[in-house]
């Protein structure tokens, strides 16, 4: 393991006890984010200073920070508390009339089905489910479903349930040709997988915080095109939608021009603990560089692929492809939650997800991670052959 890696892992306590394999539920804590975060207790228990200002300017860097790890600029990137505020400004946001289509996927994460779905029976819009293929979005279901009312296709960067990385090259050539909004839900791929926002053409990406970006719970970021921006109506306008310029003693002001940045949408977001535990995960992440978390996390994933190619007991039901792969391999066998319970047993902390065994391969976990996870696997099929066979005598 990369000595920077190292480093990192020696800051998540959890790494003493527990093989943990479970990011794409939630990270573990690590300990630059309770320092940050018990920090600024003590500053607001000793009430000696207001650090409003210093408030504001955190939450700047944070905007910032999302915005140098997706491809976009400060202005662009807005904070929230989790994936589904994104994902609701544009469901309730983007210039849509009754009658007008939303593209979906037939194997998409709850948070954008029922994003689309509020909207769809406020706003009176009609949802189509693309067909998937093997349980992989299929690109030429999609195309066979574009309809001249579609408007918009609303999709995930990464799959939950088996880590399919989805073509958002390809997929945002088809939205550019047939005039759709593309909106990306990106929580299973932000920190894990690099991804360009601008290039990519997106209109509008959301993704949490507490997964693979290792904030704490309640932390989330938006990003909003240019193209799209000012076509965006907002539902959730505050009084932090305008710059009061930190003037809080002439508030008799109610004529203010809003942010001509993605800040007019996120609310007045001000929740400082989150903030500063978000800008302690940037950190890690930045520091390390998207590029090498990816080739480290992938590189941990083939010394499993590498190993259990050689059992029967076990198959793979996430793409291996270069393309498609992402930080979360899935597999499955015939006693799946008997496997999840042994592993969880053994102090081995991984997902069933949709009839496989998520394992979530992050920044944290190195070779001796996978040699227990490993050993583990082996013993389970061993117990099951040797009931097995004592079944069958």
Not at 79 to 102: C, M, Q, R, W
Not at 231 to 243: A, E, F, G, K
Not at 346 to 361: D, F, L, N, T, Y
Request: glycine fraction near 6%; charge should be neutral.
């Amino acid at each position: 393991m990369n000595e920077r890696f190292e480093q990192v892992r020696r800051s998540f306590p959890h790494t003493k006890k527990i093989v943990y394999f479970n990011t794409a539920a939630f990270s573990p804590m690590s300990t630059p984010i309770k320092e940050a975060i018990d920090a600024n207790f003590e500053l607001r228990m000793a009430a000696e200073v207001d650090d409003t200002r210093q408030m504001y300017e955190l939450r700047e860097r944070v905007r910032s920070g999302y915005a140098r790890l997706i491809g976009a600029e400060t202005r662009q990137v807005g904070v929230s508390i989790n994936t589904s505020f994104g994902l609701d400004l544009a469901s309730y946001g983007l210039p849509l009339k009754e009658g007008d289509e939303i593209l979906l996927s037939d194997i998409e994460f709850p948070a954008t089905i029922y994003a689309w779905r509020g909207a769809a029976e406020n706003r009176k819009l009609k949802i189509t489910y693309v067909k998937s293929k093997d349980r992989k979005f299929d690109i030429q279901e999609l195309e066979n479903a574009i309809t001249d009312r579609s408007r918009v296709l609303s999709i995930s960067f990464v799959q939950f349930f088996n880590g399919f990385k989805n073509d958002l090259k390809r997929l945002s050539e088809i939205c550019r040709k047939h005039n759709l909004f593309f909106v990306v839900d990106g929580i299973q791929g932000a920190g894990a997988e690099p991804i360009n926002v601008k290039e990519l053409d997106i209109d509008i990406f959301a993704s949490g915080c507490q997964k693979w970006l290792l904030a704490p719970f309640g932390s989330g970021f938006f990003y909003i095109s240019d193209k799209v921006k000012d076509r965006l109506t907002s539902h959730n306008i505050t009084w932090y939608s305008s710059d009061w310029e930190f003037q809080f003693s002439d508030l008799f002001k109610f004529n203010l021009p809003y942010f001509d940045t993605a800040e007019k949408f996120q609310g007045g977001y001000y929740a400082t603990l989150n903030l500063l535990g978000m800008e302690a995960a940037q950190k890690i992440i930045l520091d390390l560089g998207i590029d090498d978390i990816q080739m480290h996390n992938h590189r941990l994933i083939d010394t499993i692929v590498k190993t259990l190619k050689e059992s029967e007991y076990y198959k793979f039901t996430s793409s291996l492809k270069p393309g498609e792969r992402s930080s979360i391999l899935t597999i499955a066998c015939d006693k799946l939650k008997d496997l999840h319970r042994f592993l969880f047993s053994q102090k081995i902390h991984a997902a069933c997800r949709e009839g496989s065994v998520r394992i979530a391969v992050h920044l944290f976990n190195n070779e001796s991670d996978i040699d227990r996870l490993l050993e583990a696997l082996s013993e389970f099929e061993k117990l099951n052959s040797r009931n097995l066979a004592g079944k069958t005598n």
